[in-house]
Nanobody, 125 residues
Framework: QVQVLEFGGGLVQAGGSLRLSCAASGRTFNTSTMGWFRQAPGKEREFVAAIGWRGRTTYYGDFVKGRFTISRDNTKMAAYLQMNSLQPGDTALYSC??????????????????WGPGTQVTVSS
């Protein structure tokens, strides 16, 4: 099984950028779909992005609208989320998750089997 830990959250002004990192351990990382989800206070968890195990296929939540980019480096056992043009509405706890190589419904959080504790992103206006 893969274990994951997120880094890179922080406070940024509206219009700014952040790059989140997800460090993984475990033999199956290179065959795991990696996803990012977020949850704001009082709201349900929301799908942000996912990337297939070979890095060739990506999925994004509708709200992303070209502002975020997910990537991975299997040699470093890491996944990343580059976030640009951040807005106050992007304020949330961002979590990385690992799922099976062939995942149905990558936007469904229940398809993922390993989660990190999350990293807080706060966007000020």
């Amino acid at each position: 099984q893969v274990q994951v830990l997120e880094f890179g959250g922080g406070l940024v002004q509206a219009g700014g950028s952040l790059r989140l990192s997800c460090a993984a351990s475990g033999r199956t990382f290179n065959t795991s779909t990696m996803g990012w989800f977020r949850q704001a206070p009082g709201k349900e968890r929301e799908f942000v992005a996912a990337i297939g195990w070979r890095g060739r296929t990506t999925y994004y939540g509708d709200f992303v609208k070209g502002r975020f980019t997910i990537s991975r480096d299997n040699t470093k056992m890491a996944a990343y989320l580059q976030m640009n043009s951040l807005q106050p509405g992007d304020t949330a706890l961002y979590s990385c998750a690992a799922g099976p190589a062939f995942i149905i419904e990558p936007a469904n959080s229940r398809r993922y089997y390993s989660w990190g504790p999350g990293t807080q992103v706060t966007v000020s206006s």
